[in-house]
């Protein structure tokens, strides 16, 4: 039986850590990066931004769904207001997804902490959480390497939208606009099955239509969805600590 040299299998170790390991494991996440990058940049210029500040938006907000929804607001002529605040509660997950993965970087300063939760998306969660699964740990350079691929393959793809999305006045016509919308139902589903807790579930949709439904006759459909996520989420949580 061969056994392998101690540096033969160190060598290895930081092979699988490395940034470049990290780039490659990003590359099966590029292809839904690239079709909903691309539709999110039709739908901004569509809505009447520039490609300044589509390319600004994927640089400093750098989340398909807010971008989605900024857009829209925008065409809407929302507030600045609203749409800040409205970022700020869809990206609110991102905490979340964070503190998921802080305890693989216990041992980073907060600077480097902070700049691995800056570019963290949900599909670089879910390929770094599988690998810490299957590993156990988490390199921070093999981090940096999916993280820097993900969001460099991002900007490169609303750019790409925003300079065709020129030439493509109705995006509704090729179905661009319900690019977001089908990947948040991909991701419910996932999510809907990987739970096994439908009776919980179930309550916080029929709760969330409820009250946006409500909501809305008191105040703009906007701010009736944001109340509707508070509430339904908040209702979620306490029938599942008391059940």
């Not at 061969?2 to 990290?22: M, T, V, Y």
């Not at 940049?41 to 398909?64: C, D, F, N, P, Q």
């Not at 699964?133 to 991002?154: K, Q, S």
Request: hydrophobic share 55%.
């Amino acid at each position: 039986m061969q056994e392998n040299h101690p540096s033969a299998e160190k060598a290895e170790e930081i092979g699988r850590d490395s940034f470049l390991q990290g780039a490659k494991d990003c590359l099966p996440t590029l292809l839904g990066y690239l079709s909903i990058g691309f539709a999110a940049g039709v739908v901004g210029k569509t809505s009447g931004l520039g490609i300044a500040e589509i390319a600004l938006m994927s640089v400093m907000i750098y989340a398909g769904s807010a971008q989605f929804i900024a857009a829209g607001m925008v065409a809407a002529n929302g507030s600045i207001a609203v749409i800040v605040f409205t970022v700020f509660i869809v990206n609110l997950r991102h905490l979340l997804l964070s503190a998921a993965l802080s305890p693989y970087f216990r041992h980073l300063t907060p600077v480097k902490n902070m700049l691995i939760g800056a570019l963290l998306t949900d599909e670089t969660f879910g390929v770094a959480i599988q690998r810490a699964t299957d590993a156990n740990r988490i390199g921070e350079r093999w981090m940096h390497g999916l993280n820097l691929t993900a969001y460099l393959n991002w900007i490169a793809a609303t750019l790409a939208g925003a300079f065709l999305g020129r030439w493509i006045a109705n995006p509704e016509k090729f179905g661009l606009d319900f690019a977001l919308s089908a990947m948040f139902i991909g991701l419910l589903v996932l999510q809907l099955t990987s739970r096994k807790n439908l009776a919980i579930d179930l309550i916080v949709a029929v709760s969330a239509i409820l009250i946006v439904a409500g909501a809305s006759m008191a105040f703009s459909a906007n701010v009736g969805v944001i109340i509707a996520a508070l509430i339904a989420s908040t209702i979620g949580m306490a029938v599942e600590k008391w059940k």
